[in-house]
């Protein structure tokens, strides 16, 4: 469920992708600023994405520089930070403990109950401070428990469950644009749900796990099928995207929208559909 949500960094223009490694960049020195080293670890690039939606509808003074790290200690990168970048990396926190405990749940992993007993003290600072999605992200995961463990078989229940979740992650200031801003998040969430269970079903029939499009396994016409139940949700999501007054950064958010997410599907069933070109940053 994440972890899809990229640019396709080959077709970016040079400055799109010198601008989208600074936010990455920003995000994740948020992230060591607000919950300290290890924090970084959690890096995901979702949460990149809603830095740069957020940042174009409210503006924010940025603070801007080039720094080194771990990851590249020779060469200084740029960075883009804000309180928009401390606001994702919060997020990104409870996204990433909350998935954790749905890990240790799901497959007793034991690194995963690890990682969360790191996360824990983060997380209680993040639901101090964000109550509303943090309840939003806890009852979500409560409801796919729910349908997995009840062998529901409900694609649509599943990924409105997720699609919930992320319209309380994108409202950062109940006003005038909250409500096309849930409207642009669910469907968004919906759409991300559903590609990772049609990336992940032959690997989850396999494993005996879950995933709500079991029942469609030895479907030959899979991929249209699949392709057409995104492309759906994908539309809508774009639909209220449009109606944001989003200027700064629009082709570098439409990019990851319209061609990075489908990226993993198309490398997945090798089809001719938008080009490829997701990559690190």
Request: aromatic share 10%; proline share 4%; charged share 30%.
């Amino acid at each position: 469920m994440f972890g899809n949500l990229v640019a396709a960094t080959k077709v970016l223009e040079e400055d799109e992708l010198q601008r989208y490694r600074a936010v990455y960049c920003g995000l994740c020195r948020s992230l060591k600023r607000c919950f300290g080293q290890t924090a970084r670890l959690t890096l995901n690039y979702d949460m990149a994405f809603l830095v740069l939606v957020l940042s174009s509808l409210y503006e924010p003074e940025e603070e801007t520089g080039e720094h080194t790290c771990a990851r590249h200690p020779m060469q200084a990168q740029p960075y883009a930070m804000s309180e928009l970048s401390d606001y994702a990396a919060h997020m990104n926190i409870a996204m990433a403990y909350l998935k954790c405990l749905d890990d240790w749940n799901d497959d007793r992993s034991v690194l995963a109950l690890s990682e969360a007993k790191t996360l824990r003290p983060g997380y209680a600072a993040v639901k101090k401070k964000y109550p509303r999605q943090c309840d939003a992200i806890e009852a979500a995961l409560r409801e796919l428990s729910k349908l997995e463990a009840d062998r529901r078989l409900d694609p649509d229940a599943a990924a409105a469950s997720f699609g919930r979740m992320m319209r309380e992650i994108f409202v950062y200031r109940e006003d005038r644009w909250a409500e096309p801003l849930r409207e642009m998040a669910d469907a968004l969430g919906r759409f991300l749900y559903l590609l990772d269970a049609a990336l992940d079903l032959e690997e989850d029939a396999k494993r005996g796990r879950y995933n709500p499009f079991l029942n469609l396994r030895d479907d030959p016409g899979n991929e249209e099928r699949f392709r057409d139940i995104l492309r759906m949700h994908l539309g809508e999501c774009v639909y209220w995207f449009d109606r944001l007054p989003l200027v700064q950064d629009a082709s570098l958010m439409k990019n990851i929208l319209c061609v990075g997410l489908w990226s993993s599907f198309n490398q997945k069933y090798n089809s001719e559909g938008p080009e490829n070109g997701s990559g690190s940053v």
